[in-house]
């Protein structure tokens, strides 16, 4: 698996409850949260830190894509 968007050093946030996107963001230039339900799109951008939350903002998943 890639990891050109440095989601390794992202796994830490699962488990976490996201309470301040911005400060992830600037660790990432390039972020997308995704919650339930979000319509997402397709496209794979390997750069991409993809960041899936539960309905209660809990942290499931760290991916790039």
Known sequence: MSDTCDARSQRGLVGDVITDRAAIAVAAPKVRFIG??????MDNQ???LNIELDAQGVVTRVYCG
């Open 46 to 48: 390997p750069d991409r």
């Open 36 to 41: 339930p339900g979000d319509s997402v799109t």
